[in-house]
Structure formats: structure tokens, C-alpha cells
T-cell receptor, first 111, second 114 residues
Framework: TQLLEQSPQFLSIQEGENLTVYCNSS?????LQWYRQEPGEGPVLLVT?????EVKKLKRLTFQFGDARKDSSLHITAAQPGDTGLYLC???????????FGSGTRLQVQP | DAGITQSPRHKVTETGTPVTLRCHQT?????MYWYRQDPGHGLRLIHY???????DKGEVSDGYSVSRSKTEDFLLTLESATSSQTSVYFC?????????????FGPGTRLTVT
């Protein structure tokens, strides 16, 4: 069974601060995705990283895929209250075309 | 937004009763999935489908069955609901051709088993 561990589980910061969320596994994934989920809604895809070492930027969010394709990080610069939510990483199991999810990082950005 | 609807959105049922949740898509995507989300566990795969009448088990499939008779509909059935199946259930779809595995989620069904 492939497992993904996210850290930290909870993060409460002030508006304007920077933060990094980590997603680690002992397994290799063909690609890794990051989702954001708000209360009462389903997860929404933010980004997919495919190549080891790949870095993608989405406005103030920077996503990195580890060289060995076993880990990933999400860095948010100058966090805003609108960034509040549950951030989930998910690795692709190509055999089933199914996702293995991490347990999530709940981020709260205080104004 | 991907055209995915789930029904019902909320349900309260008693232990031992059968329950069926429905997922409907308008995207004609090949792959459909059922997940459950519980505090501390993230999302866990229950069952998935890779085509009409083609389904397979996920990591937490015990107590659940699924059916897919049409491309657009994927049903999840709890044969005899138990309190441990109280959860939020999400359906997801994926085109599946790119190999990137990107999935699009429905709004969820909150199920309470009393």
C-alpha cells in the first residue's frame, strides 16, 4: 500500500506570512497532485507535477516535485485569508488510475 | 466546473438499512470513483469504475458495493448501514487518457448512520 504523509497537520498563521507544506512517501509516484478543499465542498485540483525536480508556480503558490518523485512541497508566499482551507496531496497509482491521498494540512490565515 | 452531481446531499439513516448514493456526470469521462472522507484519514478509495459494468475495489471496500450500467451514473450501495459508515462520500471522475490521473470531484454526500 502506498502511503503519503503530510506535515504539518494544522497551521495557523497571520496574513502576509510565508509557509511550506510537505508531502512525503517511501513510494515512487508517476505524478503527484495538490488539491484545496473548502468546508462543505469537494476537493479542487490546483496542480499536477509529473517530472522529478519539476517546479510549478500558480500566482503565490509554488509546487515542487522531488527528484526521486517520492515527495512534494507547496510553498505559499504572503498568505492571504482566501488561502484558508484543507490542502491535500495525492499520488497517482498508474495501475488503477486511482489516487492515494495524504491526510491533509488544514491552513488558517488570520487577517 | 466539471459536471458532477451527487444525490442525496445529506442523509440520515438507521443501522441495518440499505442506502444507495448516486453520482451523475455530464462529461462522458471513462473513470469514476467513490471516496469517503473522515477526520484524520484524508480521502480513502472505496470502489472505482473504468467503464460500463467494469468496477474494482479500493482500499476500504468492505460493506460497500457499486454498479455502473451507464457511462454517466455510478451508484454506491451500503447493503446494511453501520455507524462506522457515517462519513462524507465524494464521487470523482477522470478522463484517464493523459496518464496524469487528474480527478474532478462532486460536492459530496454527508451520511449519518444512527
Amino acid at each position: 500500500t502506498q502511503l503519503l504523509e503530510q506535515s504539518p497537520q494544522f497551521l495557523s498563521i497571520q496574513e502576509g506570512e510565508n509557509l511550506t507544506v510537505y508531502c512525503n512517501s517511501s513510494s515512487v509516484f508517476s505524478s503527484l497532485q495538490w488539491y484545496r478543499q473548502e468546508p462543505g465542498e469537494g476537493p479542487v485540483l490546483l496542480v499536477t507535477v509529473v517530472t522529478g525536480g519539476e517546479v510549478k508556480k500558480l500566482k503565490r503558490l509554488t509546487f515542487q516535485f522531488g527528484d526521486a518523485r517520492k515527495d512534494s512541497s507547496l510553498h505559499i508566499t504572503a498568505a492571504q485569508p482566501g488561502d484558508t482551507g484543507l490542502y491535500l496531496c495525492a499520488g497517482v497509482d498508474t495501475g488503477r488510475r486511482a489516487l492515494t491521498f495524504g491526510s491533509g494540512t488544514r491552513l488558517q490565515v488570520q487577517p | 466546473d466539471a459536471g458532477i452531481t451527487q444525490s442525496p446531499r445529506h442523509k440520515v439513516t438507521e443501522t441495518g438499512t440499505p442506502v444507495t448514493l448516486r453520482c451523475h456526470q455530464t462529461e462522458n469521462h471513462r473513470y469514476m470513483y467513490w471516496y469517503r472522507q473522515d477526520p484524520g484519514h484524508g480521502l480513502r478509495l472505496i470502489h472505482y469504475s473504468y467503464g460500463v459494468k467494469d468496477t474494482d475495489k479500493g482500499e476500504v471496500s468492505d460493506g460497500y458495493s457499486v454498479s455502473r450500467s451507464k457511462t454517466e451514473d455510478f451508484l454506491l450501495t451500503l447493503e446494511s448501514a453501520t455507524s462506522s459508515q457515517t462519513s462524507v462520500y465524494f464521487c470523482a471522475i477522470s478522463e484517464g487518457t493523459s496518464g496524469r490521473g487528474e480527478q474532478y470531484f462532486g460536492p459530496g454526500t454527508r451520511l449519518t448512520v444512527t
